[in-house]
């Protein structure tokens, strides 16, 4: 799903990094600045929530998006999501998250 997704968003002209979970997530925001994070929620490890929340104290202008199955689940575990953050859920197509990840962008 991830390199589908990677795909897509290249495709349509987005400059694409991605990563295999949210501890190698969290070593690249370190590292360097991104204009969207775009996460799952519910990820072995460092979860979605937990990742956008330590992405944004280190770029509080980082737009973000999550994207889950278990949107109502995730959400309401009590970890606060960052102010201004999206949730698209699944199933979803391609082109709906490049269609929103352009939305975001534009904003």
């Known amino acids: 799903m991830r390199a589908f997704l990677a795909a897509a968003l290249r495709r349509a002209g987005h400059e694409v990094q991605d990563y295999a979970d949210g501890e190698t ?14 996460t799952d ?6 979860d979605g929530i937990e ?12 737009k973000i998006v999550f994207i889950t199955g278990f949107a109502a689940v995730a ?4 970890s606060p999501t960052p102010a201004g953050a999206k949730v698209l859920s699944k199933p979803f197509h391609l ?3 490049v269609e929103e990840v352009d939305k975001v962008m534009a904003a």
């Open 25 to 38: 997530g969290l070593a690249a925001l370190e590292r360097e600045v991104f204009d969207l994070l775009l």
């Open 41 to 46: 929620i519910v990820m072995p490890g460092l």
């Open 51 to 62: 990742l956008a929340r330590r992405g944004a104290e280190l770029d509080p202008a980082m």
């Open 75 to 78: 959400l309401s575990s009590g």
């Open 95 to 97: 082109r709906e998250i």
